[in-house]
């Protein structure tokens, strides 16, 4: 298979998070076609995608192998600057202290403007953020989530409108989704979880009044002083999100596997 097959095939399966498929077809293109700069970089991004120490670590070492080869690569020196800045000080301190080697070296390299030198600068802003940065990151990406959440229910509210959904490419994520949450909400048991996703805003906003009337009526009653009581009510809403949720996630493994066929049967043609 070609070098830019292989990349192509880490770029694709990247995109929809498959991160371990990527590690095999790089790890794959590796073996075939010797060091290459590119695909040590897929492997590394595919570690460090992961977030959790070990991969990181693994990261650093496809990182360096592939220095080793093509030591002014920036778009390695750049990833594994990103790596870097995100080691903790005190826990990887030779992992924390490289970045001021690296983000040297690409200084030299990357022209002003460039791509790389506007990664960089990303990436430097990104690790000198303080506390409240972090806070305000941190309550950004959660409601991007929740949009993103309150897209894929609409969707999905729309197709349980027309009785289905039309038939999509197996590769089509948003697609994917819809399919794999109209499966999870099928049956008679889940009406209600139905009900509440093709209802959502109204959903909620009878949710918030009952769980106020419900918490004022058991102080007034003196039933108790002080009732958290009522927050039950947003129990089958939390289930509802929950299943969408877990269709994303399905539908992220459907894409991938469908992915991974084609690719099977392409190199089978090919061979």
């Known amino acids: 298979m070609t070098h830019d097959a292989y990349v192509s095939r880490c770029e694709e399966l990247f995109a929809v998070g498959g991160f371990a498929q990527v590690r095999k077809v790089a790890e794959a293109g590796l073996d075939e076609l010797g060091p290459d700069p590119v695909l040590y970089r897929w492997l590394g991004l595919a570690h460090a995608a992961e977030d959790e120490d070990d991969h990181d670590a693994e990261a650093e070492k496809a990182y360096e192998a ?26 990887y301190p030779g992992r924390s202290r490289r970045a001021a080697s690296l983000k040297d070296r690409i200084a030299v390299l990357a022209p002003e403007g460039s791509p790389e030198a506007v990664r960089v600068e990303e990436a430097l802003s990104w690790a000198g953020r303080g506390y409240w940065q972090d806070v305000r990151e941190k309550t950004a990406t959660a409601r991007a989530e929740r949009a993103a959440l309150t897209s894929h229910s609409a969707e999905v509210a729309q197709a349980l409108d027309q009785g289905g959904q039309a038939p999509a490419h197996p590769e089509d994520l948003r697609a994917a989704e819809v399919a794999a949450a109209l499966e999870l909400l099928a049956g008679p048991w889940r009406a209600p979880l139905r009900f509440m996703i093709r209802h959502r805003a109204a959903a909620y906003v009878a949710t918030f009044v009952l769980v106020f ?49 084609r690719h099977a049967e392409t190199t089978a043609a090919a061979s």
């Open 66 to 91: 592939g220095l080793a080869q093509s030591p002014d690569d920036l778009g390695l020196l750049v990833s594994y600057l990103e790596l870097c800045l995100r080691a903790d000080a005190f826990t």
């Open 213 to 261: 009337v419900t918490n004022k009526a058991l102080v007034l009653s003196g039933t108790v002083s002080y009732s958290v009581w009522g927050w039950i009510w947003y129990v089958p809403l939390l289930l509802a999100d929950a299943k969408l949720r877990q269709a994303r996630r399905l539908a992220r493994e459907r894409v991938i596997a469908a992915m991974e066929t």
